[in-house]
């Protein structure tokens, strides 16, 4: 079965310093995708960035930008120069066959003054 | 972008009555829409995919008579909360896959996976 694994549970970061939340995968499918979420307080799943399984480059996307190691199965999420609005719920998340999402446990992400 | 509505945002209801929370899908056609469910400082857990026309899929665990699902057209999926109970009180998070978009609405790539806004149930 498809798993997905962030392993922090909170991370804290400076403001405009960067900061990578780990994300884990396991599947045995050859085909995938791996997405990256924000949920705020207010609840709304906010997409951020998207690497598919065959992408060659890492993906990016602003100030976003996916570590993807195929070999490890990993895909974590960089956030470079963070701001006080980056205080959030980040999800990662397979898609599997049919379309649907897995997430992981999620990582609250403080951002400090 | 692309926009999925859900609707109510909130609703407090009392114990034992039903709840039905709405799921629409503005600009495009959804053939498939997911209901998920997410407690507090917890991930989203899939419940059932909705499929327009047909029966929805139900996780395992899910009780389908509990938590009826409807996709009677191709831009709305309807979830109910029948009987509700306190520990039914939860967030509940709908998203969209994109089959056809609607002309004039700019690029939506068919496959492409949109959410809602989510639903809060408090049942007293």
């Known amino acids: 079965a498809q798993k997905i694994t962030q392993t922090q549970p909170g991370m804290f970061v400076q403001e405009k310093e960067a900061v990578t939340l780990d994300c884990t995968y396991d599947t045995s499918d050859q085909s995938y995708g791996l997405f990256w979420y924000k949920q705020p307080s207010s609840g709304e799943m906010i997409f951020l960035i998207y690497q598919g399984s065959y992408d060659e480059q890492n993906a990016t996307e602003g100030r976003y930008s996916l570590n993807f190691q195929k070999a490890r199965k990993s895909a974590n999420l960089v956030i470079s120069a963070s701001q006080l609005g980056d205080s959030a719920m980040y999800f990662c998340a397979m898609r599997e066959r049919g379309g649907k999402l897995i997430f992981g446990q999620g990582t609250e992400l403080s951002v400090k003054p | 972008g692309a926009v999925v509505s859900q609707h109510p945002s909130w609703v407090i209801c009392k114990s034992g009555t039903s709840v039905k929370i709405e799921c629409r899908s503005l600009d495009f056609q959804a053939t498939t829409m997911f209901w998920y469910r997410q407690f507090p400082k917890q991930s989203l857990m899939l419940m059932a995919t909705?499929?327009?026309?047909?029966?929805?899929?139900?996780e395992q665990g899910v009780e389908k008579d509990k938590f009826l699902i409807n996709h009677a057209s191709l831009t709305l999926s309807t979830l109910t909360v029948t009987s509700a109970h306190p520990e039914d009180s939860s967030f509940y998070i709908c998203?969209?896959?994109?089959?056809?978009?609607?002309?004039?609405?700019?690029?939506?790539?068919?496959?492409?996976?949109?959410f809602g806004e989510g639903s809060r149930l408090t049942v007293l």
């Open positions: 909705s499929n327009e026309g047909s029966k929805a899929t139900y």
């Open positions: 998203s969209a896959r994109v089959s056809v978009k609607i002309k004039g609405q700019g690029p939506l790539n068919t496959g492409e996976l949109f």
